[in-house]
């Protein structure tokens, strides 16, 4: 066969494959845009940060250069009682998700809001900013849009995390970033389906609740409750660490694994956490030859299972 043969052939193939590629990467972005994104949709972009998947910036998924999701009833800047608000605080260097860097990603409602009403396009990741969901009427609709409060209310990043508390902090966007590394998604998908599942697991979600978000993590055949509203029906923290230590500790039967792992070696005082002694006293337990399980560890307040709570909480 002669070279030019070759040559066709590899052109064909360089078309084919940048075809695909153009419409893997554009044409999902030119449909979500005309869906503008939900209330929802801008909260978990803002809680999550840039990518709440498997990343370049954190190759190894230790949900670092993650935002801060704070709830606050004071003013940082002035002291004053405020509505219990979110607030989505991105220290110094965290990068931005991309309804702040892409803001026509969030539909051009949102966007046109975003960057008048909100000055998000004044936020600059190298200072930190923080942003909270404000609303505003647009077309005879009330629209969820969002606002840097770093200008408009001169609220900065260090300030509103003391202002908060480690109480009123949570992790949300490095807990799903545990979500995926752990893979709670081969059992349990964060999808309802619009069946049955309605009454049991609540509502599905919209379009416009994942313009932001990547990996949406919906999960696939499902082997363990849907989570997208798991914190509406569950929200007892003591609950969830006893199931997290060891799921056999609230459901018998369960077949889901123990995630003790993710407590990291010490616990809230320092402690090691002596797994060994844990596991024989918990066989002792089950034999039947201790009333009570021992107690599980309080975690440390930066262990990847303060991570994963935070977020699993979340989840309303
Ligand atoms: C091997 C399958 C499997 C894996 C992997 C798994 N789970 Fe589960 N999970 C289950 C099953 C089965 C149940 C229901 C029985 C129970 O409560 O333990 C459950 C229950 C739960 C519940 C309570 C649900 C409710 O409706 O109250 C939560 C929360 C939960 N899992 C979170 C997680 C998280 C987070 C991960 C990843 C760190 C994970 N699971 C990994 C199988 C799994």
């Not at 220290?91 to 860097?101: E, K, L």
């Not at 309605?198 to 599905?204: A, D, E, H």
């Not at 416009?208 to 082997?223: C, I, L, Q, W, Y």
């Not at 090691?272 to 560890?297: H, L, M, N, S």
Request: glycine share 8%; hydrophobic share 35%; aromatic share 12%.
């Amino acid at each position: 066969m002669a070279f030019r043969e070759y040559k066709i052939g590899a052109r064909m193939f360089g078309a084919a494959l940048g075809g695909s590629m153009m419409i893997t990467l554009y044409f999902p972005t030119s449909d979500i845009v005309l869906v503008g994104s939900t209330e929802w949709g801008l909260q978990k972009a803002l809680s999550y940060g840039r990518i709440g998947g498997f990343s370049y910036e954190d190759p190894l998924m230790r949900g670092e250069g993650k935002p801060v999701t704070v709830t606050l009833d004071k003013d940082p800047a002035t002291n004053q009682p405020i509505d219990p608000i979110h607030a989505y605080v991105y220290p110094p260097g965290v990068p931005f998700p991309s309804a702040i860097n892409h803001p026509r990603t969030a539909g051009k409602v949102v966007a046109e809001l975003s960057t008048t009403k909100g000055r998000i396009n004044e936020a600059d990741h190298q200072k930190g900013a923080v942003f909270v969901v404000a609303h505003a009427e647009a077309g005879g609709e009330v629209t969820a849009y969002i606002e840097n409060a770093s200008v408009t209310r001169n609220w900065n990043p260090q300030q509103v995390l003391d202002a908060a508390g480690d109480e009123n902090s949570a992790y949300v966007g490095s807990g799903k970033i545990m979500f995926v590394r752990e893979g709670c998604w081969w059992c349990h998908t964060l999808l309802p389906e619009q069946t049955q599942d309605w009454q049991v697991f609540g509502v599905p979600p919209r379009l416009g609740d994942f313009n932001s978000e990547s990996p949406t993590a919906f999960g696939s055949d499902r082997k363990a409750p849907d989570l997208l509203h798991v914190g509406s029906r569950n929200s007892s923290k003591e609950w969830m660490m006893m199931h997290f230590f060891n799921p056999r500790l609230v459901q018998p039967h369960s077949i889901m694994p123990r995630f003790d792992y993710l407590w990291g070696k010490n616990d809230a005082n320092g402690k090691p956490i002596d797994f060994d002694q844990w596991r024989a006293e918990y066989t002792k337990y089950a034999a039947g030859e201790r009333v009570y399980p021992p107690e599980v560890p309080d975690y440390a307040p930066k262990s990847d299972i303060r991570y994963l709570m935070d977020f699993v909480l979340s989840l309303k």
